[in-house]
């Protein structure tokens, strides 16, 4: 099992990264998490078969982690795709999802392969294979900002994830609106812990490594701008603790076991 992050950027375009992606290539079932703006560009950079992925799940709609979903699907239906694509969203959010594809003409019944959508619910657990879940919980990053009171208080979804597989235990933040989002599965103590550093201090991945306890810790959604001063704090660390927390690149791949 691989954990490869083909994009750890931050939602501001960069020469030097593509926007955040992570991908879980499993013996049962290859995950996808998020498609934004050039995802298919950062796969094939990372040598990812578009054809490889069984499933995509979102964690929210802003672009760069969404709106490259139309290139993507256009792209296995260029190489010929055959198997069935699941696409994995909240259960509010499935007919955006929907429209956006029929808008780029990508047609279920043009497509040549089976297109699956599922709409999940926060907190519960779906299965995504044999020994594969995920249970999605509501962070902050996402709300209604100033005037736009007219629209829909539940398209507003932003998840953060406990991603389970077999005795394996990953939790990935997502983007967040404010530190506390950190210990949204504070209940658990996972192999691996996964976070952003665009919208949170050093300071506040250093109180998560320390409270949440996990084997390694993996920091991405970097922002250029904020590089430097990541970089400070992690030279600041001790030995011990950057053998456990990671500043993440793109094309970085974790063995799972």
């Not at 950190?182 to 665009?198: C, H, R």
Request: hydrophobic share 40%.
């Amino acid at each position: 099992m691989k954990l490869i992050f083909p994009g750890t950027g931050s939602g501001k375009t960069s020469k030097e990264r593509f926007h955040t992606l992570l991908y879980l290539e499993t013996p049962g079932f290859n995950l996808l998490i998020d498609a934004g703006d050039g995802a298919a560009k950062a796969l094939l950079n990372s040598s990812i078969d578009f054809n490889s992925i069984n499933g995509i799940l979102f964690t929210h709609y802003h672009a760069d982690h969404f709106t490259g979903i139309g290139a993507l699907i256009t792209q296995m239906k260029i190489t010929g795709r055959k198997s069935e694509l699941t696409l994995f969203t909240h259960k509010n959010l499935v007919e955006p999802l929907i429209n956006l594809l029929y808008y780029v003409y990508m047609f279920p019944e043009t497509l040549g392969f089976n297109l699956k959508i599922i709409g999940y619910r926060l907190a519960e657990k779906v299965n995504v294979a044999d020994d594969f879940s995920f249970t999605a919980r509501q962070n902050s990053h996402v709300y209604p900002k100033g005037d736009i009171e007219f629209y829909p208080e539940s398209m507003f979804v932003s998840s953060s994830l406990l991603i389970t597989i077999g005795k394996k235990s990953i939790v990935y933040t997502s983007d967040v609106g404010a530190p506390d989002d950190l210990f949204l599965f504070d209940n658990i103590e996972p192999d691996i812990f996964i976070t952003e550093a665009a919208h949170i201090e050093p300071e506040d991945l250093y109180r998560a490594f320390n409270g949440i306890k996990p084997r390694k810790m993996f920091v991405t959604h970097i922002e250029d701008d904020k590089l430097g001063k990541l970089a400070v704090w992690y030279d600041s660390l001790d030995d011990s603790m950057r053998e456990k927390i990671i500043i993440c690149q793109d094309g970085l791949i974790e063995n799972l076991g």
